[in-house]
C-alpha cells in the first residue's frame, strides 16, 4: 500500500507545537502500518528549514515535497503543484496541523471505508467545534462532516479539492454540503483525534467569504438554511 500524509497547512503561531504534532503522527502512523509513506506539506512560511530538518530524520518518510507560499489553508493547498502526484497512492490522509493523533487502526479505517462505500471518513475529533464529531459510537454517515482528519482514495481527494475555492479560504460552509452534494461522508468513532490548538479565526473575513460562497456554488442563503433541511447525521451503524 502506498501512503500519503497531506499537511494542509502549517506555520506560526505555535509551530513548535504543531511540528511536535506533526512528528507525534508520522511516528504514530509508521508504528501502526510499518510500512514507509510520503509526506506532502502546503507552508505559510517563507522559513521552513525547521520542519524540513525535522522531517528528514524520520527514515520511513521516502519522500518530503514542501510547498511554500503565503496564505490561508485553500489559498495554499488548491494551487499546490504537488497534488498532480497524488494519484500515484493508494490512500491519502488530510489532516489539519493542529490535529494530534490518539488512537486509531488505518487498516480498520480503510476496511470500514471499503465496506461502507464512504468517501470521507473521520476518526472521532476531540475538541471540535460541533458535537456530532464527538458524541457518538461506533460508525456515523454523515450529511455534515468537519475537517480536521480525513482519509481518502485519489478520487475522493480530488472530488474534496473540488469543492472548495481559493476566496473562501477558511473553508467555512464547505463542512455543512456534503450530504448536499452527494458525497457520502462518515465518522467513526471508535477511534480519535485531539484539535490541539483550536484557532481564532477572523470571523468577520471567514463569513463574508462564506456568504459569497454559498451564493455563489448553492441554492443556500445562509447555514441555517442547510442545516432546516438536513441533519448532521444520516445513520448510526453499529459495528
Not at 46 to 74: C, Q, W
Not at 131 to 152: A, R
Not at 212 to 234: A, G, M, R, V
Amino acid at each position: 500500500m502506498k501512503l500519503l500524509y497531506y499537511l494542509a497547512a502549517i506555520g506560526e503561531p505555535d509551530l513548535n507545537t504543531k511540528i511536535d504534532i506533526l512528528l507525534n503522527n508520522l511516528n504514530y502512523i509508521y508504528k501502526n502500518l510499518s510500512i514507509n509513506f510520503d509526506i506532502i506539506i502546503n507552508c505559510y512560511e517563507t522559513e521552513n528549514e525547521t520542519i524540513y530538518s525535522s522531517l528528514k530524520k524520520l527514515s520511513f518518510i521516502d519522500n518530503i515535497y514542501v510547498y511554500i507560499k503565503k496564505g490561508v489553508l485553500t489559498e495554499l493547498f488548491l494551487t499546490n503543484p504537488y497534488n498532480n502526484h497524488i494519484n500515484n497512492y493508494d490512500y491519502i490522509i488530510f489532516i489539519l496541523d493542529d490535529v494530534r493523533i490518539i488512537n486509531i487502526d488505518l487498516l480498520d479505517m480503510i476496511k470500514i471505508k471499503k465496506k461502507y462505500k464512504i468517501k470521507l471518513l473521520s476518526p472521532k475529533v476531540i475538541k471540535s467545534t460541533h458535537s456530532f464529531m464527538n458524541e457518538n459510537d461506533n460508525l456515523t454517515i454523515n450529511n455534515f462532516l468537519e475537517v480536521y482528519f480525513l482519509l481518502l482514495k485519489p478520487k475522493n481527494f480530488y472530488k474534496f479539492l473540488s469543492l472548495y475555492t481559493i476566496e473562501n479560504k477558511w473553508m467555512w460552509g464547505v463542512d455543512f454540503l456534503f450530504g448536499h452534494n452527494g458525497i457520502k461522508a462518515g465518522v467513526i468513532n471508535n477511534y480519535s483525534v485531539l484539535h490541539e490548538l483550536p484557532k481564532k479565526a477572523d470571523t468577520d473575513t471567514a463569513r463574508n467569504c462564506l456568504g459569497i460562497y454559498l451564493k455563489n456554488n448553492t441554492p443556500f442563503n445562509s447555514l441555517n438554511e442547510i442545516q432546516s433541511k438536513y441533519n448532521p447525521i444520516k445513520k448510526n451503524i453499529i459495528l
